[in-house]
């Protein structure tokens, strides 16, 4: 990072986090009011599949692709590009809600073409934080950015549910776009970055011999050679996969548990959402353990026993503040992850390095909805809870024995 740049860095900071927060508002309105909507209009397990694997797998396919554009061009651009393109197609979507009619189909869609936005959004975000906060602040910082995004997660379900009681579905998605408008206009013309010499002597050549392919050749090299990579990307994926149940059918298990009710759904996500909101803070201020993966590991045994718990369906309001504690793990999880990457892998690699980190984090939960959505219709959610629960205490105990993951 160059020194013009650390000077004002807490500017810089603050107002690219204020961008994505905006953002993040009008897309977690329109998210839980686009899953509900399936759940409560289907009450199919196969359907809840479909939806999220139409949400998920553009952004898994485009991944690779994304890294390499986050390489190679101006992150902020491509963060104003995404934003605008996902904010386009909410728009069409509700001029068809308006115009022709509500349709789940029209849903998953939607789903799947917004996740095209995110495929490109999610490595240039996560990429471009290291260009201009110092590493030694990277950790406070996601750990902020980690407590904003949950206060949202913790009001938008709320507002949601309201919204959802009192107006069309369509009116959610003109908030959001809305809110991305607010967004691009920040990033555009108020945030003010240096891309960086080897981005821009890559940008004034005339012609680029190096082939994308070769790029992400390149890319998935580097983890292979990497100490500590490889590893470290098989245990997310594996977290992931078996923490499905327990993100995805929860809303499933309290509808036909507890009643197909909206402000049970909201509840739950409001007592995760507060969870991971006094999780973020917890970690901001206390930083985590040095070795940044065996926080890592304290939150997956958070979750493992929390889904366990989840797994016995205990009176409603006990399940709401397991749920609670399960966002108070889940939030050591996702922001040491983060800066664990951020803080060991070269700036050049940084971008690619992230795509598959997003493609592990779009992929597997919907890879695990292809086997445990249909089971939920012939097997108990809450066996599946067990079940799962009990195998990442498993997972949890023998990476504790791993000396690459616990000492990075």
Known sequence: MKKDEQTGWK???????????ISLLGTSLVQYAMIWYVTLKTGSGTMMTVYIVAGFLPTFLLSPFAGVWADRYDRKKLIIISDSGIALVTLMAALIFIFIGENVWVLIAAAALRAVGSAVQGPAVGALLPQFVPKEKLMRVNGIFASMQSAVGLGSPVVSGILMAFTPLFFIFLIDVVTAVIAVCLLAFFLKLIVPEYKSAELEADDHKISYFSDMIDGFRYIGNHHYLVPFFVFIAL?????SPAAFLTPLQASRTYGPDVWRLTGIEVFFSAGMLAGGGILAVWGGFRHRFRTMLLSVYIMALCTVALGFAPPFWVYLGIMGIFGIGFGFYNTPSMVLLQETVEDEFLGRVMSVSTMLFTSMMPLAMLLFGPLAETVSIEL???????LMLFLSLISSFNRRLTHS
């Not at 500017?11 to 927060?21: C, D, E, N, P, V």
């Not at 977290?239 to 923490?243: A, P, T």
């Not at 599946?384 to 009990?390: A, D, E, M, P, Q």
């Open 239 to 243: 977290v992931l996969f078996l923490i």
């Open 384 to 390: 599946l809870l067990l079940i799962t629960g009990g």
């Open 11 to 21: 500017g810089r900071a603050a107002l690219f986090l204020t961008s994505q927060i």
